[in-house]
Structures are given as structure tokens and as C-alpha cells.
């Protein structure tokens, strides 16, 4: 089947239509593809490694770099549908990271990635202890602003000359979302 995962790395949550599972080097060959066919749609935000032999070197380089990268799965047919990845994860008195996620183009539009990203928070904070995650997302990124609002970020500011993307320094909205939100948002019955 198209897109299913192989190695059965360690689901780290599961919402109602998604979970989220460690990806690893058996997982490079769907992840590149996944990458790759997306590849267009993601270019004027973001790029990422296509070809299956640097995958596999991103997702086994990761956790030595501090980095967790989680398929975002489909529970109906087991499918890769997008990727989160959770980075500059700093401990106390921070309690911080970083996050970033893409999209399969022909799953964008389905609130797959926003469950994803949702599902990433509770585990940043319920399993790996942290307090706050933060997002940046260009201004004209109107898709991944609405994800991120969907799955409880809120905007913060203008965090000038961000990321290089395409050999240039690029200003991002940066958004957070803590473990105070997380709650509030629990008690209104929210994943």
C-alpha cells in the first residue's frame, strides 16, 4: 500500500483519525516520496531532503542532534500523511523547543497535520516535560497559520530575518503554544 510505514517505530500518541510515530531509517523510502511529491507545494516556505539516501541520513543523524521526527499516521489505512519534528529542545529553566511539520500534498486540507501538531504538544509536554513550543511560519503562509491557530498556537510577533530559506534570511511569525493553554484548552474538551 501507498505510504504505509514499515519498521512499526513506537507510536508516541494517538489522537481520534492520527497518531504519531517515531520515524526511522526503514521509514526513509515513504518519507522521501512523501516528501518529494510535496515537494512543489512546500517550496516557497520551506525545503526539505527528497532523495531516499538523504532522509535516511536526516531521520539517523536526528536524535543525536537533540531532534524527535514523528510520522503523522493515518488510522484508517496506516498512511504517512505529513511529518513533525520537534528541535531545539532546551530544559530548565526554558522548558522550550522548537517545532516544524509538512504536509503529504494530497492530504493537505483533510485537518490531518493540525491533529498532528496538536498530538505533537501534548507529547512535548505530557511525555518529554516541556512548557512551551514554538512555531514559525512565514507572514504569506496563510495554510500553516490557520493550522497552527487550529491546533491552539497563537501568534507572538515578527521574528526578523528568521530562517535562510533559498539563500535568503526570511522574517517569520513565531507562535507559541504552553502547557497552561494546553490545559485551559483540555477542559473545553479539545484533543
Request: aromatic share 6%.
Amino acid at each position: 500500500m501507498r505510504g504505509v510505514l514499515s519498521d512499526g517505530g513506537p507510536i508516541v500518541a494517538t489522537g481520534p483519525r492520527v497518531d504519531l510515530r517515531r520515524l526511522g531509517a526503514a521509514d526513509a523510502a515513504k518519507t522521501a516520496e512523501l516528501l518529494a511529491e510535496s515537494a512543489e507545494f512546500h517550496r516557497p516556505w520551506v525545503t526539505y531532503p527528497t532523495r531516499p539516501d538523504k532522509v535516511t541520513a536526516f531521520l539517523v543523524a536526528a536524535p543525536g542532534q537533540g531532534m524527535e521526527v514523528l510520522g503523522v499516521r493515518r488510522h484508517s489505512d496506516d498512511a504517512l500523511v505529513g511529518l513533525t519534528t520537534l528541535c531545539r529542545i532546551a530544559g530548565e529553566p526554558w522548558l522550550t523547543a522548537e517545532c516544524g511539520a509538512a504536509v503529504g500534498v494530497r492530504y493537505q486540507g483533510n485537518g490531518y497535520l493540525a491533529e498532528g501538531m496538536r498530538l505533537l504538544v501534548w507529547f512535548a509536554v505530557g511525555t518529554l516535560g516541556l512548557h512551551r513550543v514554538e512555531a514559525l511560519a512565514q507572514p504569506g503562509n496563510v495554510r500553516s497559520g490557520r493550522m497552527l491557530t487550529t491546533a491552539g498556537f497563537r501568534p507572538e510577533g515578527t521574528a526578523r530575518g528568521a530562517i535562510r530559506i533559498g539563500g535568503k534570511w526570511l522574517d517569520h511569525v513565531r507562535w507559541a503554544i504552553t502547557a497552561d493553554d494546553l490545559a485551559a484548552s483540555a477542559g473545553e474538551g479539545v484533543i
